[in-house]
């Protein structure tokens, strides 16, 4: 079931997105080589507790951190360490916060000092990709139109979209219904209606869109060893324009 969101949950969702916003802007501002992992986790974290919220992703499913942190071939989940990261590399953060017992999902992908140009253009293709999305995401629409818009633009680009992760619905708990997936055929699942609260999260990778998981059962890799960004936002739907939760 679909859970459409009263003005005042719509609300404590928007307090907890502006705070995953702003834990994404703190750890920003460290992304330069020579940091660790575990140094922006600790950023994240207390920037987080600092707002009366809770990390949300520490202990979900028995994850050990605030962030997600996956560099380079590294697609998503992550886990922070002390390893630095050195020039040319790229960062995917992901972080998520509680507070008043509603939830934000939020992920960005940095570049790390200097990088490449064509992994450039994947960041901002991924960036972009989120904001068809997010465009598609209107009441009246139909969930699929969301998973189209990206795929088409991912593919126009030259670059694929990972199958086996996708978006979800968010508000009281982290993961709700429905799966956003960010490929498929339009004009399928249900349709959209104001209060629908949804996380998008486009997973955009250089080369072949499969992925596996390594032995630490957590990180998830590209197959091909090429690089792999994310941008995600925590979304509602409404009469007219979708609101983005996850801004300062
Ligand atoms: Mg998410």
Redesign the pocket.
């Known amino acids: 079931m679909i859970i459409c969101k009263s003005g005042q949950e719509l609300a404590y969702m928007r307090e907890a997105g502006r705070i995953v916003a702003g834990a994404l802007v703190e750890v920003s501002k460290a992304v330069k080589p020579g940091v660790t992992t575990a140094e922006l986790d600790r950023i994240a974290e207390e920037f987080i507790l600092s707002k009366g919220a809770k990390p949300a992703f520490k202990g979900l499913y028995g994850f050990p951190a605030t962030i997600c942190a996956s560099v380079n071939e590294q697609v998503v989940h992550g886990i922070p360490g002390l390893k630095k990261l050195a020039n040319g590399d790229i960062i995917s953060i992901?972080v998520?916060a509680e507070i008043n017992g509603y939830f934000g999902?939020h992920?960005q992908t940095f570049a790390v000092g200097d990088i490449a140009p064509d992994v450039l253009k994947l960041i901002e293709v991924t960036r972009d990709a989120l904001t068809k999305g997010i465009n598609a995401a209107r009441a009246g629409n139909r969930l699929s139109d969301i998973s189209h818009a990206v795929q088409t633009y991912v593919e126009e680009n030259g670059f694929s979209v990972v199958r086996d992760y996708v978006?979800?619905g968010?508000g009281t708990k982290?993961?709700e219904e429905p799966q956003v997936p960010n490929f498929g055929r339009p004009g399928r699942g249900p349709r959209l209606k104001p209060g629908m609260t949804l996380?998008l999260?486009p997973m955009v990778n250089m080369g072949t869109y499969q992925v596996h998981t390594l032995t630490d059962n957590w990180t998830v890799v590209t197959g091909d060893a090429k690089p792999s960004a994310h941008f995600?936002h925590?979304i509602a739907i409404t009469d007219g324009e979708p609101l983005i939760m996850t801004l300062v």
């Open positions: 992901d998520g999902d992920a978006g979800h968010i982290m993961h996380a999260e995600e925590t």
